[in-house]
C-alpha cells in the first residue's frame, strides 16, 4: 500500500510548525509498512495535479500570505472541489481553514474563498490566542492544539470538529471548533496538530487508506505513550 500527500504552498503557509503534521502523517505510515511520498507544491511550481493525490495539506499563513495563495488556488477551485466531494482527503489548518471558505472579509478588503466548504471568515477585534482543548465525538481522544486568529468563522449548518472545552473556537462564542464534512478536517489548531493527537492523525489516514483499498482492513496499532502523555497533560492543565 502507498499513500501520496501533496503539501500545498509550503514556501508560504507554514505557521507554527506546520510542516510537522506532514511528518507526522508520513512517519505514523511508514511505522506500520505503508509507503508514504510527500510531493510539495510552491507558488513557483506550474499545473496543479491531484488526479493521484490522497491527502491534501493545506497549512496556515498571515493575510498577505493568503493574499498571494488564493489568487493561486483560485484557478484550480473546480478540481479541489471535485476532489472534496468525490471523497478526497483534504486537511487544513488556519488560514488554510478559512481559504476554504466562500470569503474572508478584512478591513478594507475581502479575499475570495474556494468555497469547499459553506462557511465564511471576518476579521474581529483582537485575537485569539492560546492553548484549546476540544471534545469531538468520532473520537475517543481530546483534540488539543494553540489557536492564534484575527478571523471569526461562521460555520452555518456543518459540523465542527469538536465542542471547546479550553479555549475560544472558531469565533468564541458559539463553543464550536473546525470543521468536518466528507473526508475534509478544517480547524484553528497549530502546534503542529498532529503529533499531539494521534487519534486524530490516524483517522485522516484511515480515510485515505479506506478511500484508495477496497480492501483496507484498518490499521495497526503503535505504542503512542509518549504522544498520550503529550495530549493527557495538556487537557488536565487546562481542563478542570
Same mark, same amino acid.
Given at each position: ?26 512517519? @505514523? ?8 511520498e510527500v ?24 493575510? @498577505?500570505? /493568503? ?8 484557478? +484550480?477551485?473546480?478540481?479541489? /472541489?471535485? #476532489? ?15 481559504? *476554504?471558505? @466562500? #470569503? ?15 462557511? #465564511?471568515?471576518? /476579521? ?5 490566542i492560546g ?9 475517543? /481522544?481530546?483534540?488539543?492544539g494553540f489557536?492564534? +486568529? ?7 449548518? +456543518?459540523? !465542527? *470538529? ?18 468536518? #464534512? ?15 493527537? !494521534?487519534? *486524530? ?8 487508506? @479506506? ?9 495497526? !496499532?503503535?505504542?503512542?505513550? *509518549? ?14
Amino acid at each position: 500500500m502507498k499513500i501520496k500527500i501533496l503539501h500545498l504552498y509550503p514556501d508560504l503557509l507554514n505557521l507554527y510548525g506546520d510542516r510537522g503534521n506532514i511528518e507526522c502523517m508520513r512517519r @505514523r505510515l511508514l511505522w506500520r509498512g505503508i509507503d508514504a511520498e510527500v510531493i510539495t507544491h510552491t507558488c513557483d511550481d506550474g499545473a496543479l495535479d491531484i488526479s493521484d493525490v490522497d491527502i491534501v495539506f493545506l497549512g496556515g499563513g498571515s493575510d @498577505r500570505e /493568503q493574499k498571494i495563495v488564493c489568487s493561486r488556488l483560485l484557478e +484550480h477551485k473546480k478540481e479541489l /472541489q471535485d #476532489y472534496v466531494e468525490d471523497g478526497g482527503v483534504l486537511v487544513a489548518v488556519c488560514g488554510g481553514y478559512q481559504l *476554504l471558505g @466562500r #470569503y474572508y472579509k478584512l478591513e478594507d478588503e475581502t479575499i475570495e474563498g474556494l468555497s469547499i466548504l459553506d462557511i #465564511y471568515t471576518e /476579521q474581529g477585534k483582537g485575537r485569539l490566542i492560546g492553548n484549546i482543548v476540544l471534545e469531538a465525538d468520532f473520537l475517543d /481522544q481530546k483534540i488539543v492544539g494553540f489557536e492564534n +486568529h484575527g478571523g471569526r468563522t461562521y460555520i452555518g449548518s +456543518h459540523k !465542527p *470538529l469538536g465542542r471547546v472545552l479550553s479555549g475560544y473556537g472558531n469565533e468564541e462564542k458559539s463553543g464550536a471548533e473546525g470543521v468536518v #464534512y466528507k473526508n475534509v478536517i478544517a480547524t484553528y489548531l497549530h502546534g503542529p496538530l498532529l503529533p499531539k493527537n !494521534p487519534a *486524530l492523525c490516524d483517522h485522516i489516514l484511515t480515510a485515505a487508506l @479506506r478511500r484508495k483499498y477496497a480492501d483496507f482492513k484498518g490499521l495497526t !496499532p503503535l505504542d503512542d505513550e *509518549l504522544e498520550n502523555k503529550a495530549n493527557n497533560y495538556i487537557v488536565k492543565r487546562f481542563v478542570k
